[in-house]
């Protein structure tokens, strides 16, 4: 029979994986829509005309487990090629936890399971190498209590599991560079102290990881660069740490404008960037050595934001008198005014994990 600190221990655990889980990239819908936003559970939306309508679509019918499945990362490398990482998560445990890696060569009109990743694997992050789409890793826990790596470099046909061992470590970002290079944002934690976040970086395609920052109890949350050498971390009470060669070496920048949790970051160019996280939507023009507040809504929660040269949009969801719903919020003034899309507000207990452009280069270095 399970202890009480046992127990005490997994609910711990399962209510901390949930706060840190955080999606990649993502493309369905043979139409070659030009924005697309996954959500927690098998929704997703697609956007024709740069985010002002949205048209609702499930998942359901396009996975294994139906009800228990959920895409958690999806990343696109043209208008029809993708690949889609899964959840499987059974409530009465009626089937272990695990994930699965699909692909489509037709713009998510079919899928094909490449890997089923075998129990009990709890799948996190995805990644594939912007120039060579044939190596890409995966970061998940295993026995939701060791985080576990798997690497391919045949584009998701086959992996190999790398156990990191150490204990109670949770991913929470990854990103790949041009150079193949890849970024790992992950926590440490503790019951008796301070827990402790880390930036990881890894030149073999996520065989080995070296840690190029220590934090105090900080949760690195997102990457966005502007070229191969030039990039930004965001995490946990508003920080903000910048890169100048490539993610060896990280200085802090200022605590933004908020002490609220940054989500996301994006950068339109080596000045121009935004942040999003609970709350507030920030902005900087001078490479993040000052920010200002484009956006402030308590009742919001963004989990992730992109931006053009014309657009800039904020995706998550907005609780209000205990109702949750989707949001999508679009600028077309470099973030000095947003208007709210309300097409999605009929859906409850929704949350927008991402947003990505399809067909569209998404490097936006050099």
Not at 99 to 123: A, E, F, M, Q
Not at 160 to 170: E, H, L, P, Y
Not at 231 to 237: F, L, P, Q, R, T
Not at 311 to 320: D, K, P, R, S
Request: net charge neutral; charged share 10%; hydrophobic share 35%.
């Amino acid at each position: 029979m399970r202890s009480n600190y046992t127990r005490f221990l997994l609910l711990f655990l399962t209510i901390y994986i949930c706060s840190c889980q955080k999606s990649t990239n993502a493309s369905l819908s043979g139409i070659s829509p030009d924005l697309l936003a996954i959500t927690d559970n098998d929704y997703y939306f697609i956007s024709n005309d740069q985010g002002t309508t949205w048209n609702t679509y499930s998942l359901n019918t396009k996975l294994i487990h139906k009800d228990t499945e959920s895409a958690v990362s999806v990343q696109f490398f043209d208008n029809m090629n993708g690949m889609m990482l899964t959840q499987v998560i059974s409530p009465n445990g009626t089937q272990p936890n695990s994930g699965y890696v699909y692909r489509t060569r037709d713009g998510g009109i079919s899928w094909r399971t490449t890997t089923n990743l075998s129990t009990p694997i709890y799948p996190f992050l995805m990644s594939f190498n912007p120039t060579d789409i044939n190596r890409g890793v995966i970061s998940a826990l295993f026995l939701f209590v060791f985080e576990l790596r798997l690497t391919t470099a045949d584009t998701g046909n086959t992996w190999t599991a790398i156990n990191q061992k150490t204990g109670f470590s949770i991913p929470s970002a990854l990103y790949t560079l041009r150079s193949g290079n890849i970024l790992k944002g992950r926590i440490q934690l503790s019951l008796t102290g301070p827990s402790t976040g880390f930036i990881e970086l890894s030149n073999d395609g996520g065989a080995t990881f070296s840690t190029e920052l220590t934090t105090n109890n900080i949760q690195i949350r997102g990457f966005s660069f502007a070229n191969d050498v030039v990039g930004w971390a965001v995490g946990d009470s508003g920080y903000v740490y910048k890169t100048t060669d490539g993610g060896l070496d990280w200085a802090p920048q200022s605590q933004s404008l908020t002490d609220s949790t940054l989500n996301a970051v994006y950068f339109i160019n080596d000045q121009v960037g935004y942040a999003a996280g609970a709350g507030t939507i920030i902005k900087t023009n001078n490479s993040g050595s000052s920010w200002i507040s484009t956006y402030s809504n308590p009742n919001a929660v963004f989990n992730d934001i992109y931006a053009t040269s014309n657009y800039v949009f904020a995706v998550g969801y907005n609780m209000q008198s205990g109702v949750q719903t989707p949001l999508v919020l679009v600028s077309k003034d470099d973030g000095n005014s947003w208007v709210a899309n309300t097409s999605l507000s009929n859906l409850t207990s929704i949350k927008i994990n991402q947003i990505t452009p399809i067909g569209v280069k998404q490097y936006i270095g050099n």
